[in-house]
Nanobody, 117 residues
Framework: QVQLVESGGGLVQPGGSLRLSCAAS????????RGWYRQAPGKQRELVAV???????TYADSVKGRFTISRDIAKNSVYLQMNSLKPEDTAVYYC???????????WGKGTLVTVSS
């Protein structure tokens, strides 16, 4: 089993920045994807950014050029640097790691990001 714990959410003004962190513990072998999703009130959960096999980086169109995903293998962590935040970025952000080939799909409990003046 893998446990994921997110941190770094909070209240920020439009145009501001936040850095989310996700630390993994447990049996972390064979992970293929490490990413971030978000769910705004009344909306479905959506992909924000993901790293696949450590070399392919995919972003939602709405965050391209503003958000950057990165990982630290030694710390078993994945990060999301969010710049130029907009009110529409307000959501609960969830960390996800997994490997479909092995039935692995792990989620954190989420961290709330609120962008408001």
């Amino acid at each position: 089993q893998v446990q994921l714990v997110e941190s770094g959410g909070g209240l920020v003004q439009p145009g501001g920045s936040l850095r989310l962190s996700c630390a993994a513990s447990g049996t972390i072998f064979r992970l293929k994807t490490r990413g971030w999703y978000r769910q705004a009130p009344g909306k479905q959960r959506e992909l924000v950014a993901v790293i696949i096999d450590g070399e392919t980086f995919t972003y939602a169109d709405s965050v391209k050029g503003r958000f950057t995903i990165s990982r630290d293998i030694a710390k078993n962590s994945v990060y999301l640097q969010m710049n130029s935040l907009k009110p529409e970025d307000t959501a609960v952000y969830y960390c996800n790691m997994g490997n479909n080939a092995y039935g692995m799909d792990y989620w954190g409990k989420g961290t709330l990001v609120t962008v408001s003046s």
